[in-house]
């Protein structure tokens, strides 16, 4: 199975904010080292939970320190973002973790904290709101240079997407993409898209029955055994995990972790979070009795025990047709001595029974052509990777001749558009029109014709890498000459 670890601390003041940041970089660290298949970050603003805010920012900081290890954002509210600039940064994630990353996504919840007021939607169009910000997202990565714009005027967004997406993803495609939600009809609406699902907590007999209408979504579509089961491995679903020594010590320790979460109500239900694990919910009728409201939540957030009894729970899971348990250790207000506990005794002895796997990385046509080996590139990616990238040679160059007479000093305006090259060149005053300019490859060809020190035609060949270029200038029949530049 797939054993994933989410980043979710609550900071009851200003002053836990950078320990509780602190915290989970080093819990991602040491997941990453212990074999975990992604760690993930969420997304939220103004209230007391995960107070990183920015879960992109956290890719970057980690990227180099995870392996083998993903990155997911648990969940990132994609109604409160511009749909470019999201595209921008959730392709830097995926550049930065050679695609393994994937970002989960909601509409938001409406109650939790004023979002939608504090950024100036209206909650009740939420689902309207995310499906048009999606359509221009998707719309964003598929966006090539030379392509028509993309207009993006709708009431919430404005603009438009001219020349290219910088960076591009490193996953053809654009990143892979998941949404969180518990709705029947949504799973099946993700499904047909080919995205994963992120469930919110739910008893495990609903997790199940929710993926297995997922796979029935897949397979209707016609993908094949492999293709279903690869999908539905990208899905998850959460828990809160509390090791201890004793089964009495973990449920203590959730008592204090986890017992005053205000889901519950428990001003009148005196039964401890160990009595309510035991409630049995396996019919319909007591999952909908209101008496039973604070058991369900318990055995749909939290897992509690020894190490042999979490790791007998959690097979469960895989065995019920759930392949990924996104664990959760940072429960409740900032307590990290608790978190670390519960956390490290988890690595130890509950993660080498799992048979744990990690996520492959993308490999051949899941990759961008341009970040391929270059024996397994399209024969045209160099053309290619010019024109997804016109900026690259663009701009003032000032170049150096290496002539028989002397060095010979050479200003060079140019400007690549798809395969071609335009400009001018100004040498000893003058200046002249670049002619029969061409891109191939990584290299540039173009012709100029001057007058001094006397009437002749210059041909250049050159090859730009960052801000340095290099190549030759050859007047007619005279043996080519070195030339070497620098962007000004």
């Known amino acids: 199975m797939y054993v994933s670890v989410f980043m979710g601390p609550f900071s009851m003041s200003a002053q836990q904010d950078l320990p509780n940041i602190e915290l989970c970089l080093r819990q991602a660290e040491a997941a990453a080292a212990a074999g975990f298949a992604m760690v993930t970050f969420g997304e939220q603003h103004f209230n007391n939970y995960e107070p990183y805010c920015n879960p992109f920012l956290m890719a970057a900081r980690l990227a180099p320190n995870l392996g083998e290890t993903w990155f997911g954002t648990t969940i990132v509210p994609l109604v409160l973002h511009h749909p470019f600039r999201l595209a ?30 504090n950024f100036g939607l209206d909650p009740a169009r939420r689902h309207e709101i995310f499906e048009s910000k999606l359509d221009l997202l998707q719309r964003a990565y598929a966006h090539a240079p030379g392509d028509q714009p993309i207009v993006m005027d ?51 007999f609903e997790a199940a029955a929710k993926l ?89 957030w939290i897992l509690a025990g020894t190490p042999d009894s979490v790791t007998a729970q959690l097979r469960a899971y895989a065995d019920a047709g759930v392949p990924q348990v996104l664990t959760r250790f940072t429960v409740g207000a900032y307590d990290p001595q608790r978190i670390a506990d519960s956390f490290q005794l988890f690595v130890d002895e509950v993660l080498p029974n799992l048979d744990a796997q990690r996520f492959p990385a993308p490999t051949g046509n899941e990759i961008r052509a341009e970040h391929r080996p270059a024996d ?14 016109p900026m690259s040679a663009s701009g003032t160059w000032n170049a150096t001749i290496d002539t028989p007479i002397g ?44 007058q001094q020190p006397f009437p002749m035609t210059l041909t250049y060949k050159v090859s730009v890498s960052g801000d340095e270029m290099s190549g030759t200038a050859q007047a007619g029949q005279f043996p080519p000459a070195r030339l070497t530049g620098k962007r000004a």
Not at 229 to 250: F, G, N, P, S, Y
Not at 376 to 389: E, G, L, S, Y
């Open 88 to 117: 921008e940064d959730s392709s830097v994630v995926d550049l930065l973790l050679r695609g393994r990353f994937i970002m989960g996504m909601s509409a938001g919840r409406v109650g939790f904290s004023p979002d939608f007021q």
């Open 154 to 204: 709708t009431e919430w967004d404005r603009g438009e997407l001219n020349g290219r997406l910088m960076p591009v993803s490193w996953r053809a495609g654009g990143p892979l993409l998941a949404v969180g939600t518990n709705t029947d009809a949504t799973i099946e609406t993700t499904a047909g898209r080919g995205l994963a699902v992120f469930l919110g907590p739910c008893l495990r």
């Open 212 to 300: 297995a209408r997922y796979r029935r979504v897949l397979a209707d579509a016609g993908h094949d055994p492999d293709t279903i089961e690869t999908m539905a491995a990208r899905c998850l679903v959460t828990r809160h995990v509390i090791v201890d020594r004793t089964d009495d010590e973990a449920w203590q320790r959730a008592e204090v972790m986890a017992g005053r979460n205000p889901l519950m109500d428990r001003s009148t239900d005196t039964r401890s979070l160990r009595e309510l694990a035991q409630v049995d919910l396996s019919s319909p009728d007591a999952v909908r009795d209101p008496a039973n409201r604070n058991a369900v939540h318990v055995q749909s």
């Open 376 to 389: 397994d590139r399209p024969a045209d990616i160099n053309v290619t990777d010019r024109k997804d990238n």
């Open 407 to 450: 060095k010979q000093q050479v200003v060079l305006q140019l400007s690549v558009d798809g395969a071609a090259v335009t400009g001018t060149a100004t040498q000893n005053g003058a200046t002249n029109p670049l002619l029969d300019g061409a891109v191939d490859g990584d290299d540039l060809t173009w012709k100029s014709a001057v």
